[in-house]
């Protein structure tokens, strides 16, 4: 079945700290991958997405991710978190087709000043 | 850039009432829209995919004729939680997919259902 999955639930960074979401997917076939974040009151926001070229897609806000099929993952990363990326941010796969989207469970992220 | 619209935001009803909460794209057409409910503290939980002029298609395990759905124009699809329970207690969320072919969806703000 396909599945994504987000290991870290809830972490905690000082503000210009780096930071790495780990996401994996179990999908056959061609695969289209996204970041989602939503910040507290507001609702999802695409951050970025990966269908084919270049594996090290950039996105908004400074973030980017790089696809790396021989481990089946999409890690999300930052060089240096603002208090303002205080947010859950959702990893996202859908096969070739996108019909479908599924969600990790999503990795609270919160920035100390 | 593409927006949609969920309506209400928040409602609250009597168990065994129904509730519908509307999806609109406002400056996009979308043959195809998604319902997803997100439980706390948990991912979004893809209910059905909704297409216009046709029947949804429901995943497994949710309710078709407790949850329905209706896509009759390309830029609304509206979902009915029918005979409302306690437990049907959540956050709705629909997303949209733009005709053009951006092959993105669009989030809509969500809405929150509480059944007393």
């Known amino acids: 079945a396909q599945s994504v999955s987000q290991h870290n639930h809830h972490v905690i960074l000082s503000e210009a700290a780096s930071l790495e979401l780990g996401c994996n997917y179990s999908?056959?076939?061609?695969?289209?991958l996204f970041w989602y974040v939503q910040y507290p009151g507001q609702h999802l926001q695409l951050l970025l997405k990966y269908f084919s070229g270049d594996p090290l897609v950039k996105g908004i806000k400074g973030f980017e991710a790089e696809f790396i099929k021989s481990k089946f993952s999409f890690n999300l990363r930052k060089p240096s978190v603002q208090w303002s990326d205080t947010a859950e941010y959702f990893c996202?796969?859908?096969?070739?087709?996108?019909?479908?989207?599924?969600f990790g469970t999503g990795t609270k992220l919160q920035v100390i000043p | 850039g593409a927006v949609v619209s969920q309506h209400p935001s928040w409602v609250i009803c009597k168990s065994g009432t129904s509730v519908k909460i509307e999806c609109r794209s406002l400056?996009?057409?979308?043959?195809?829209m998604f319902w997803y409910r997100q439980f706390p503290k948990q991912s979004l939980m893809l209910m059905a995919t909704?297409?216009?002029?046709?029947?949804?298609?429901?995943e497994q395990g949710v309710e078709k004729d407790k949850f329905l759905i209706n896509h009759a124009s390309l830029t609304l699809s509206t979902l009915t939680v029918t005979s409302a329970h306690p437990e049907d207690s959540s956050f709705y969320i629909c997303?949209?997919?733009?005709?053009?072919?951006?092959?993105?969806?669009?989030f809509g703000a969500g809405s929150r259902l509480t059944v007393l």
């Open positions: 400056d996009f057409q979308a043959t195809t």
């Open positions: 999908y056959g076939g061609t695969v289209n």
């Open positions: 997303s949209a997919r733009d005709n053009s072919g951006a092959n993105v969806l669009t």
């Open positions: 996202a796969a859908a096969s070739g087709g996108y019909q479908k989207v599924t």
């Open positions: 909704s297409n216009e002029g046709s029947k949804a298609t429901y």
